[in-house]
């Protein structure tokens, strides 16, 4: 079996550095660091982006099998719609007309043993919907989604980066956002409803954030409910068009990308950044790296021993990567459309999402969902298929090598998804997979995480990792550090990183026309 992370597009850019030296360096081509490195480029810095892959986007580089086109990662993106903060971003950058984000038909489907629910879009119409299936928790179903709208409101208001200085006064602009800040999903559920299956169906998008309830900040949970309620979106041509983007933007402004061409050391000087040294021995010096690689193994292995404090790696030692994944790639002649397939949609085989949780820890399907983007683009597959990626979250150990076991773990995917949409094995014209050491391998994210840090309330908003470290010149961006994991927060990450260094080397600080973008003063 061949892994989605070989022949996937063609190298994109140089593999050694035309100069010795640049403002900036940027260590790893994913989507928070391709941000940073466009904003900063536009602001006249010199920048290199050094991407270990043939290609820059991370989790969002898709992958050609033949005439198939797959997404390995990301599926859908909130707020692609003029007026949201994606948007505002491409068209600061000048590259909104180069992503064409389509909305998807509808919210989920969310197939559960005893009911089968699929919300439109809008939060009244989620609400009515979960009204209707539990009516004698009718009041309680609009509290928890008015609580979800107000943490989200209050977590947006809030700068980018707090301090002890000026904690005391985001908690009187944030009360509800500060109450919840170290509550778990579950507590929140059981402290709003009593109905065990209405506290599991209003949850149903716990695998997009990978984990379950009960160590799910519920902030973060509740930030996700209210944004993907005003609409989903998937990126016309796959979400490739996102970090081609942002590569063009990059280099229009005098950017420089090299590939296959890993950072093996982040080098220092007095407690000063002082540039990154690459495959080969080749140096590169610079006043300013930003890593958007795993910030574990940036402290240890890029920055090393002896710069950093003690206490800072033992907390980011103590710190648990989230849940990786397996992914089925798959492509079938069965007509979907017609079998009024959704865009999404999540597959429970227990009641209960804890049940759920202790599967996928010991090596068996669970939080899994099936993802059809020839839906809304069925460039992306011949005429008559249809791409079906079947997702389920996985422990990276399970205490079997993955090669061994990921032959039974695809057939019992399919046997989960074969009553869905029958027929499904005999209508397969392409099978693939990816396992949490595939991850593991393409991103060297450790464990093969799938989120960054684990969406758990002790690392989440102000306890992720920070963008800016106490090596000065040294900052963080991405999915390990704020404001968290999801397509979404990886670019408000770069953009907020990109501001941090403008501000901490005399440069303008971005401001965009949008009120989710504060700037950094």
Known sequence: MSDP????????????PRSDAYDVVVVGGGIGGLTAAALLAQQGRSVLV????????????AFKRGPYTFDPAIHVIPQGQRDALAYALFEYLGIADRIDLVPVHSLYRAVFPDVVVEPEFGLERIIALHQ??????????????????????????LPPRLGLDNLDEAAKLAPTLFKYLR??????????????????????????????????????????FNVIADGA????????????????????EGGELVVNSRVTR?????????????????????????????????????????????????????????????????????????????????LYTRPDHEDTYRDILEGRPGAMWASVPTLVDPSLAPPGEH??????????????????????????????????????????????????????RYTLNRNGAAYGWENTPTQTGGRRSPHVTPVRGLLLAGH?????????????????TAQMVLAMTGGPSIRIDHPDFPPVD
């Open 5 to 16: 992370d070989s022949a996937t597009q063609p190298a994109a850019g140089r593999e050694q």
């Open 50 to 61: 050094a991407e270990q892959a043939d290609g820059p986007g991370g989790y969002a580089r």
């Open 132 to 157: 209707e299936l539990f009516p004698g928790e009718a009041d309680a179903v609009e509290r928890f989604a008015r609580l979800c709208a107000a943490v989200h409101l209050e977590a947006h208001n």
């Open 183 to 224: 509550a778990n999903t579950a507590e929140v559920l059981d402290e709003s409803f009593t109905d065990p299956r209405l506290k599991n169906v209003i949850t149903a998008l716990w695998p997009y954030l990978g984990s379950p309830p009960s160590r799910l900040s519920f902030v973060t949970f509740g930030t996700l």
């Open 233 to 252: 979106f998937y990126s016309k041509g796959s979400f490739q068009a996102i970090p081609d983007a942002m590569l063009a933007a990059f280099e229009r």
């Open 266 to 346: 982040i080098l220092t000087e007095d407690g000063q950044v002082a540039g990154v040294e690459l495959d080969g021995d080749t140096r590169v010096r610079a006043g300013t790296v930003i890593s958007n690689v795993d910030v574990r193994q940036t402290f240890e292995e890029l920055v090393g021993d002896g710069v950093l404090p003690a206490r800072l790696l033992n907390r980011t030692r103590r710190m648990t990567p989230s849940l990786s994944a397996v992914v089925l790639f798959t492509a079938t002649t069965l007509d979907l459309d017609k079998m009024g397939a959704a865009h999404e949609m999540f």
């Open 387 to 440: 791409l079906l990626i079947l997702n389920s979250l996985a422990a990276y150990d399970i205490g079997k090598p993955w090669e061994d076991e990921i032959g039974r773990f695809e057939e019992r995917l399919l046997d989960a998804f074969e009553p869905q949409f029958p027929g499904l094995r005999d209508s397969l014209t392409f099978r693939e997979s990816a396992t949490p050491v595939t991850l593991e």
């Open 480 to 496: 390990w550090t704020q404001p968290g994991s999801t397509s979404l927060r990886v670019l408000v990450s770069g953009l907020h």
